[in-house]
């Protein structure tokens, strides 16, 4: 190997980011491995991950919309509470697209998404929740796509950094690749703004 220039790649050591053994506000899975919808803001999807830095763990929570696979809200934390993830994604969604009461709102059955305070907020906007089976990833695909997607092209074979540097890194990522230039599969390989353009009945939603 070293003779043809290759070198092994070893896996990164898991980490888990949501605790599903608790007695908070759980729910059926209502979405259902429905990922493609036709109008937006009619299920948005979240989920939550972590960053490895020079020093320490990040963890980015993001809420996408299914319908152009826009990430509509994202927080970037170096702790697990409600209030720096799950909440703090929600406040920038909310404030970023509207919606009206037959939004779904789906994520796996962690303590961010479980507990009273979040899951009495999204219900008092008249939002019907909705969470993963146990244990079950499939369940929230769309959402594991994306923290595959932002992994393999901006984190994994580069060398670790600061939290500021990723801070930046994750935003430029987000706000100017992901929801602007890069193309998506899924929108036939459109950007989310060409798939947008070309959908008047989205004209009015950012």
């Known amino acids: 190997m070293k003779e043809l220039g290759l070198k092994s790649k070893l896996s990164r050591k898991f980490k888990v980011t949501t605790h599903s053994k608790h007695n908070y506000l759980i729910v059926e899975n209502v979405l259902e491995r429905n990922f493609l919808v ?3 803001s009619k299920v948005w999807v979240s989920d939550i991950t972590y960053i490895q830095t020079k020093e320490g763990f990040l963890y ?3 809420i996408i919309d299914l319908y152009d696979r826009k990430i509509i809200g994202w927080s970037l934390s170096n702790g697990m509470s409600t209030e ?3 909440f703090a994604a929600w406040k920038m969604a909310v404030r ?3 919606f009206g009461k037959e939004l779904i709102f789906h994520s796996d059955r962690g303590v961010q998404y479980a507990n009273k305070k979040f899951a009495e907020t999204v219900e008092s906007y008249g939002v019907i929740r909705s969470m993963s089976r146990r244990g079950n990833c499939w369940d929230n695909a769309v959402a594991e796509s994306f923290f595959k997607s932002l992994k393999t092209e901006l984190i994994y074979g580069n060398k670790l950094i600061t939290k500021e540097k990723m801070e930046l890194e994750i935003f430029e990522y987000i706000e100017i690749w992901y929801n602007k230039k890069r193309r998506h599969s899924t929108l036939n390989y459109k950007t989310i703004q060409e798939f947008n353009n070309q959908n008047k009945i989205y004209q009015n939603v950012a």
């Open 38 to 40: 036709t109008e937006p």
């Open 60 to 62: 980015l929570t993001t």
């Open 84 to 86: 720096k993830t799950s």
């Open 96 to 98: 970023n697209r509207k």
